[in-house]
């Protein structure tokens, strides 16, 4: 079956210091990959999206975020986080291979502290 | 916001009310969605609309009937919710199925 796991609620990180929220996935053929943000009370914004070719995906506001095949696994990283970075972020695969849907995982609130 | 809106953003109802929530999508796209965020769940796909034809339907209740006029627009038609329908419904569009969606505010919704 398959499954997205964000298995951090919630992450915390000082300002200034690099973050990660982490992601893995289970599909059954190639995976597409995303990652969404969610200010309060907007709704969500596209990151960044992994089709195929390079591992390593830049994507909006700073955010990069590395495929590894090996570990089915699409963490979200930044070098440097921002108070600002503060929201909720959602991971999503959609298996290339059976269907078109987005698979969603619950969500991971980032806190970045001052 | 002015790719995809959503009105009203935020409404009450009771449970034998009639109402609808409208989505419209400014952006060329030719699919549609209707997703349902609860507090710490994935979001549930609700319906999907590919060139206004309703292509998935993910075992939602009768009670919520969407409509889709054009692939500009998307209603969410709601009549005899219970309070467990309380969420942000949330629109969403994309070129095709397998491009990017694109997503507007929500509508949270408390059903009383």
């Known amino acids: 079956a398959q499954s997205v796991a964000q298995p951090e609620d919630q992450v915390n990180v000082a300002e200034g210091n690099p973050l990660t929220v982490k992601c893995t996935y289970s599909v059954s053929g190639n995976p597409y990959l995303f990652w969404y943000v969610q200010y309060p009370n907007r709704g969500l914004q596209f990151l960044l999206k992994y089709i195929t070719g390079d591992n390593l995906v830049k994507g909006s506001y700073g955010f990069e975020a590395e495929f590894n095949k090996s570990q089915t696994s699409f963490h979200l990283k930044k070098p440097s986080a921002l108070v600002s970075d503060s929201a909720l972020y959602f991971c999503?695969?959609?298996?290339?291979?059976?269907?078109?849907?987005?698979?969603w995982g619950a969500g991971t609130k980032l806190i970045i502290k001052p | 916001e002015t790719g995809v809106t959503q009105t009203p953003r935020h409404l009450v109802m009771g449970m034998t009310n009639k109402k609808s929530l409208k989505c419209e999508q400014h952006?060329?796209?030719?699919?549609m969605y209707w997703y349902k965020q609860s507090a710490k769940k994935p979001l549930e796909l609700m319906f999907v609309y590919n060139f206004k034809e309703q292509t998935e339907n993910n075992s939602v209740p009768s009670r919520f009937s969407p409509e889709c006029p054009n692939s500009s627009h998307l209603f969410l038609h709601l009549h005899t919710l219970q309070p467990e329908d309380s969420a942000l419904y949330l629109c969403?569009?994309?070129?095709?199925?397998?491009?990017?969606?694109?997503f507007g505010p929500g509508t949270r919704l408390l059903v009383l």
């Open positions: 999503a695969v959609r298996d290339m291979d059976s269907n078109y849907q987005l698979i």
């Open positions: 952006l060329g796209h030719n699919a």
């Open positions: 969403a569009s994309s070129q095709d199925f397998t491009e990017t969606q694109y």
